[in-house]
Structure formats: structure tokens, C-alpha cells
DNA sequence: TATCGCGGTTACAACGTTGGAACCAATCGA
DNA sequence: TCGATTGGTTCCAACGTTGTAACCGCGATA
């Protein structure tokens, strides 16, 4: 509690508060002597500057916030990590906050608890309209995650994404390549989000590319991208009628398709031989399933690094930049869910 | 950016700077009429505090910092879920750390940032070691998770943890009550870190219980509580001479186990007629794996809200209290990876 | 009528920090 | 030798908020 101040290194130095200040800031215009003095001073008392201080002085605080759906994702976890990681590359504390999808609380980060205690915000939107984050992203340091929900002409902030739509492409036309002529989808969203749109898309352009039909019965809507809607899921489509009933399945996400596997494991179906499995994420947990899971996965150390550069460079320009839109690569793993086979690991 | 203040509310209102703070405050002596017509102009600019100017005023913020090893760890994602309800629920807003177990970096989220930022501070502390701990704990609002690093008369700060010996103890009992003798450990810590040693013993408890006799060769040492470490050292016991090969395996983590459970099924054994797996954690990564795993699951519910509970005590109070120790319950939920069969999930 | 008490409000200072201007040598150019 | 320049340092004010004390009416009390 015996908080050390600027003042304490002062006297301890003999010098004035202001030039402890320069020192720490490692300002120009300080003498060599002095500086070691006080740095001495420092060390000794053991001075740590004050954020809440500084922010309030400066108007910023070397404090970024980075705000994701659900933590207990996999993905964003990883995401986390590499955000994390990259941020403190420049020299940024990185704030972690989740919003269960919930579009007030996602407001209330970038303008609430941002705007006056955090220096920006990394934002992966679930609930809140383009409309409204556009309004935020005008007087506020805010680069938007995942999938971009408007238009390129609309664009209201800055966005980091991967192409969702060729994403989805890349991983039907995949099991379509298998043979497959039943391919199911799972992870169209009832609320019709942007990443399910796109992803239900480039899932029909592939199926159109192979010349199979979409028939709308193998595209289930569903609440939450989780394990227990894949497996909820997976268990109602291979109820189906042995004539309908798919012989491959794309999932919107991992944990989808995690769930997916337990259904078609207790369904005694076996994989990939009754049912190929292919999904979206990279997850550390789908390379580990039984039998481990075909997936595209993300670039997350690009998506990362592109999305904390972006904001750094919001935060540190005075004036308004225009609002970029970056992409980041992906690349399908093919794995045991629809090669077969025993691979070993090594990662 | 135009950050709306108590002064531009006072004005629009027609009443003094504190008056406003009082009421947005909630403090006693204002008038219905007042309170009624501050609230009108605050509700009209959107205006909302500053966490910065009020932390440096008042010398808290409402902001807590959880620091976990490493959040792409199921538990301690799903732990974090936990610790954000209940916070949010007292009224207080959570900000998640990461140390990746970094000893420095661990001291530093209890001190730099924490003190000067944050009331205070959950820690599931991981490479640091006590004494500095406790030195933190007597200057700033400091609550441990996880187990105990000290005996009971050392103790130097709050903790809330399980019971690790008997949860270790009830999972290798479980094991050794399918009549399993070549029972294997997986979780032994090149660093011997609490954790580990704790459950070692619990694990070795439970053998000479049983009256199966403990074979170092069955509990190989590792560096981490990962997937990938699960993998590699199930691998090894599993290339063991056939006399000592295990039939059963306790791994001290679920990812752990998530590991074990990949080896086996690359060496075409199967679970649990070959080697039955239990473990420590209960994240719905065991429960939805294949076949779904045996596990010790503590309360994270009762976790998070004993460490809630305990650092905001600790924050109110002007004086020091006394350092309390917090024991959460556990359960074992046997599931396929030692019962066998196929069970229908429904969570 | 003078005093007290009290609900309601305001003025002032301070939290720790930093930008800006002022200040004080010492050195330089003319 | 004097004024100007430069490096190094200090003083002052301000960021937005709240604790303390003071203030102002008003009705109740003596």
C-alpha cells in the first residue's frame, strides 16, 4: 500500500519531481550524472509509475483491451495468446475481457470501461450492429476481429479477418474431393450472423462447384457455435433416412465439430469411413480429437499481429486515418477425420 | 474522444461538480428534486466516470485482475467464466492476465500493474515462489488459487484451493477399484511444483491402499500439464516391456489425459480394455472427448466465488485481516474412459 | 427573538503524473 | 565584453474525481 510516488524518488535523488518524470519517460535533455542518480533512486524504493495517473495526465496508458465472445473457446484463447504476445512486442499490456456475445456488453467495452481507462480496443464482434460500432469506432481507437459484417463500401472501422467465404470453400471442396455426394453443414445460425452467411456460402459454392445439390434438410439451424449444438446437431442428422443421411459433414467451427464427433461416435458410426468430418478453427483440440480433425486453420499470429499493429498505429496518429481492411491467409489441414488412417503426432 | 466529465453535467444541470459526483455516487443528502435533474443531464450526454481519476482519488477502482497461467487451458478458461459471474455480481469487473507460469511476470501482475491499477488481484500462481508471495500479499489485496504452496502455519496469504491429495487419492482409488495393478501417474513435474507433488502423494496413497505396490518407472517426469506432454509420455509407458506396461493411467490434468488418450489410440490400444485413463480437471474437453474421460471435477463455481468473496473482504477493509484458506468440494465423475461403453451425452 | 440543528449544497484541496514555460548556468560567436 | 544559444533543471497548472469543511436556509427549540 505504501505506494511509491514520483516525490519519494525526488527527495531520495535530490532533485525535482519533474525530472524523475523525464528520467522514467526517458525524455532527452537529462544529464548523464543525474539520470544514474535517479535511476539509482528508483531501484532502491522500488518506483513503479502509476497508470491511473498517467492516463489521467496523457490520455493514455499503454493499455490495450482485447474483448472475445467466450473465452472457453479454444480459438479465442489461442487468439488471446498471440495478441498477447504481439502486444507486448510493443510494449503494450493487453486486457482481457469476454462478452458472451452480448451486444450491450460489447458496446459498453469499447466505449464504457475503453474509452476512459484503456488506450484502444480489439474487438470480436458477436451481437452489436455495424451501425453502432461504426458510431464507437469514429471517437474511439477500435479494430474489429473474424469476419467483416458489412459491405466493403460501408465500412465503419477497421477490420482483420480471413476470407471466411473461401475458407468454407476450401474445406467442402475437400470432402467433396473424397466423393462425398451428402454433405452436411453445421453452424447455420438462427440469428443469421455474419460468419454463418458467409461460411453457409462458400459451403453452396463448393457443393456447386461439385456438382451436388444443397438440400436445405443437411443445413440444420442451430443456436451456438458449441460442443453440445454440433453434437445436438450431428444426433438429429443421422436420424435422418438412410437415403438422406449425410456421408460427410462441414462444421462452422471446432467445437461444432468435436460435438459432431461424440453424436456419430455414439450413433456407433464410424469416421471417416460413415461420415467424413471437416471444420474451421485450427484448434489445438481438434489436432488431439480421436480420430484428429480435419480443419482450416486461421493464420491467429497474423490476424494477431495485424490487429495490434493497426490499433497502435489508431492510437498513436492524432488526426482520423482512414479505416483499413486487412486479410490474413488460411490453410486446410487434412487430417484423420477425412484421410483415415493413424497418423503420429509430434506437435 | 470528447469525454463527457462531471463539469459539463453540472453546467447542463445547473448544480456544483459534487453535487453531480454525489449523485452519480449514490451518497446520501440529496434532494429527490436534484437528484432527479443530474440524472436527466447525465442521462442525456452519456456521461461516464472516469476509472482513472477516480482510482487516483479514491484509491480504488472496481477493477480486479485474474491472472492465470495460460488461458488456452480449458480449466482455467472455464474457471475464468466463473470468476467474471461472480465479480460482476458484487459489482466489480474483472480484467484477465496471462503469466505462462513466468515467475517474474507472476510478481509483476501482483505489484506493478495490480497495485497501481487494480483493487486487487486472484492469482493461480504457478512459477513463483512463496516467500515473495506473502511479502506481495501484505501490501496489496492478494487471494491464491489453486493448491496450497505452504504449510498451513506458513500460510502468507489467502488461498482457495481443492483438496489435491484426496482428489488425486478418489481418481487412482477409482482406478484400482477396476481391479487395474500397473497403474501409471502422468503429471510428476520436472519442477516439482505443488501441484504435482500433491497429487503424487494422493496418487501414491491410494496404491498402497489398494495395496498395489508404486513403480517409478510408471510416473515419468514431464515439463508441462499439455496435451503435448500427455501424449509423449503415455507414448513412452506405452513402449514399455509387456510385464510392466500399465493397464490404468492417472494423469494430473485433463489435457494431460487429452494426450494419454491420443497416444493410446495412435498405438491401437483401446480405452479402458487396455489401459483405463482418469483425471483431474472436469472441462467439457474430457467430457466430449472419445471416449469420454474419467475425471475429478472441482467446483469452479464454489472456486470463484470464495475468491470473489475473499479479495473484495479484503479490499473494503481498512485493516489488515487475518489470511484465511478456503477448501472447495469435488467430485469424481467416472465416465466411459474407465466404465466403457457408449453413454448419450445430454449436456 | 436569538440560537441551534440539520438537510442540502458548494468551495477547496488533493490524488500522481506530465506539458509548457520559465529559469539558470555555461558556452559560443561577434 | 556582451548578447544569444544551448543544455539542464525547476515551477506551475491541469487531467477528472471525491473527502473535508464550510456554507446557507429553514424550522424547531429555548
Redesign the pocket.
Known amino acids: 500500500m505504501a505506494?511509491v510516488?514520483?516525490?519519494d524518488v525526488a527527495e531520495r535523488a535530490g532533485?525535482?519531481?519533474?525530472?524523475v518524470?523525464?528520467v522514467?519517460?526517458n525524455?532527452p535533455?537529462?544529464?548523464e550524472?543525474?539520470r544514474k542518480r535517479v535511476l539509482e533512486a528508483v531501484h532502491e524504493l522500488g518506483y513503479r509509475?502509476?497508470p491511473s495517473?498517467?492516463r489521467?495526465?496523457?490520455g493514455h496508458s499503454g493499455l490495450i483491451g482485447l474483448a472475445v465472445p467466450d473465452l472457453a473457446t479454444p480459438y479465442f484463447a489461442e487468439l488471446a495468446q498471440h495478441v498477447r504476445a504481439e502486444a507486448a512486442h510493443l510494449g503494450l499490456t493487453v486486457l482481457i475481457e469476454e462478452t458472451m456475445g452480448d451486444a450491450t456488453e460489447e458496446l459498453r467495452l469499447a466505449t464504457g470501461v475503453g474509452a476512459s481507462l484503456l488506450d484502444g480496443v480489439i474487438l470480436s464482434p458477436l451481437g452489436v450492429s455495424p451501425d453502432e460500432l461504426a458510431a464507437v469506432a469514429n471517437e474511439f481507437p477500435l479494430v474489429l476481429l473474424g469476419e467483416r459484417s458489412y459491405e466493403r463500401d460501408q465500412v465503419g472501422a477497421d477490420h482483420v479477418l480471413i476470407d471466411n467465404v473461401a475458407a468454407a470453400r476450401d474445406a467442402t471442396a475437400h470432402l467433396a474431393g473424397l466423393g462425398r455426394t451428402w454433405i452436411a453443414a453445421i453452424g447455420v445460425d438462427q440469428q443469421a450472423s455474419a460468419t454463418s452467411r458467409q461460411r453457409l456460402e462458400g459451403f453452396q459454392l463448393a457443393l456447386h462447384e461439385a456438382g451436388v445439390t444443397y438440400d436445405p434438410r443437411l443445413a440444420p439451424a442451430i443456436k451456438e457455435f458449441d460442443r453440445r449444438n454440433g453434437l445436438l446437431a450431428m444426433r438429429a442428422l443421422a436420424a435422418l433416412p438412410a437415403r438422406v443421411r449425410p456421408d460427410a459433414v462441414f462444421c462452422f467451427s471446432d467445437l461444432l465439430a468435436v460435438g459432431a464427433q461424440r453424436a456419430l461416435f455414439e450413433a456407433g458410426l464410424t469416421i471417416p469411413d460413415d461420415v467424413a468430418v471437416a471444420s474451421i478453427d485450427g484448434s489445438d483440440e481438434a489436432l488431439y480429437s480421436t480420430p484428429s480433425l480435419t480443419s482450416v486453420v486461421p493464420d491467429k499470429t497474423a490476424i494477431a499481429s495485424l490487429a495490434v499493429k493497426c490499433l497502435a498505429a489508431r492510437i498513436r496518429s492524432a488526426e482520423p486515418l482512414p479505416f483499413e481492411v486487412h486479410t490474413a491467409p488460411h490453410w486446410l489441414h487434412a487430417r484423420e477425420s477425412t484421410n483415415g488412417g493413424r497418423q503420429q503426432l509430434f506437435g
Chains 1, 2 share one sequence.
Open positions: 505506494a510516488t514520483l516525490k532533485v525535482s519531481v519533474k525530472t518524470s523525464n522514467v519517460r525524455a535533455r537529462v544529464s550524472a543525474t509509475p502509476n495517473a498517467r489521467l495526465r496523457t
